[in-house]
C-alpha cells in the first residue's frame, strides 16, 4: 500500500520539563497506527496537533508511553494518549486533527435525482475523506448501475447514502430457475412473488405450483440450492 504523509510539527506536545520523549517516537506512533487502517493508495496523510490543557498540572516523567484510546479512530479530530510509566503514574490526552487525502469521484455535471451515474459523468480530485461525512464514494465502481436519491452539483463529493440499487427481479417476472442439486443443475421457470436485488432472497412459484426461495441474479435468473 502506497501512503505519503505530511507530518506537521508535534513539538507543541511539549511544554517545560513535562515531557522527554522524542517527537520522533511520537511520530513513529502515530504513522504506525495509521498504517493499520484500511485507506486507499497513493493516499496523503496531514496531522495537526493541538496541545494540552493548560490548567493540566502534570509531574515532569523521563519515562513515557503513548498509546490509542480504546475505540479512538484516527481520522478527524481525535486524541492521542501520553501514559507516564514512573509512579505516581499519570496520563495526558493530546488533541490531534487527521487528514486523509485521496482522490475519489466529484460531480463534473449537474446529476439528479432518478439518474444512473457513469464514469464519464465524475471527475477524480484529491479531496479530504475526513471531511465528506458518513460513507464517500471512493470509487465509481461502489454506485454504478445504481440510482441517485437526490441530486449533486458539479464539484460535489457523492455518497453512498444518496444510492440505491436497482431491483433485478420485480413481483410477477418470469424468472429463470437453476436448481442446484447434489452433482446435477436443472434449469425452468419461475414466477417471482417479490422484487429483489443482486444476491438478495426471493421467493418464487414454479410451473407445478411448488413455492421455492432462491437468490436474486442479474438476467432475471434465481438460483435455487436444494
Not at 187 to 192: N, P, R, W
Request: charge should be positive; proline fraction near 6%.
Amino acid at each position: 500500500m502506497m501512503m505519503r504523509w505530511l507530518l506537521l510539527s508535534f513539538m507543541c506536545f511539549c511544554s517545560p520539563g513535562l515531557f522527554a520523549m522524542p517527537t520522533d517516537q511520537i511520530e513513529k506512533f502515530v504513522t504506525t497506527q495509521l498504517a493499520l487502517s484500511p485507506t486507499s493508495s497513493n493516499t496523503r496523510v496531514e496531522i495537526s496537533a493541538g496541545q494540552l490543557d493548560t490548567r493540566m498540572k502534570l509531574r515532569p516523567c523521563n519515562d513515557l508511553t503513548p498509546f490509542l484510546p480504546q475505540g479512538t479512530r484516527l481520522w478527524g479530530r481525535a486524541y492521542i494518549g501520553i501514559r507516564c510509566n514512573e509512579r505516581p503514574v499519570w496520563t495526558a490526552f493530546i488533541p490531534i486533527d487527521v487528514s486523509i487525502f485521496t482522490n475519489i469521484p466529484v460531480a463534473n455535471r449537474l446529476l439528479v435525482a432518478g439518474e444512473t451515474v457513469d464514469i464519464d459523468d465524475v471527475t477524480l480530485e484529491e479531496r479530504d475523506i475526513t471531511k465528506l461525512g458518513a460513507n464517500p464514494v471512493t470509487s465509481i465502481e461502489q454506485v454504478q448501475g445504481r440510482v441517485l436519491t437526490r441530486g449533486f452539483s458539479p464539484g460535489q463529493a457523492l455518497a453512498l447514502s444518496a444510492f440505491r440499487s436497482v431491483p433485478v427481479i420485480k413481483s410477477g417476472d418470469i424468472v429463470k430457475v437453476v436448481l442446484h442439486g447434489n452433482g446435477f443443475s436443472i434449469a425452468t421457470d419461475g414466477v417471482a412473488l417479490g422484487q429483489a436485488e443482486t444476491g438478495q432472497p426471493v421467493r418464487i412459484r414454479l410451473d407445478n405450483g411448488k413455492i421455492l426461495q432462491g437468490i436474486a441474479q442479474s438476467g432475471r435468473r434465481v438460483e435455487v440450492k436444494l
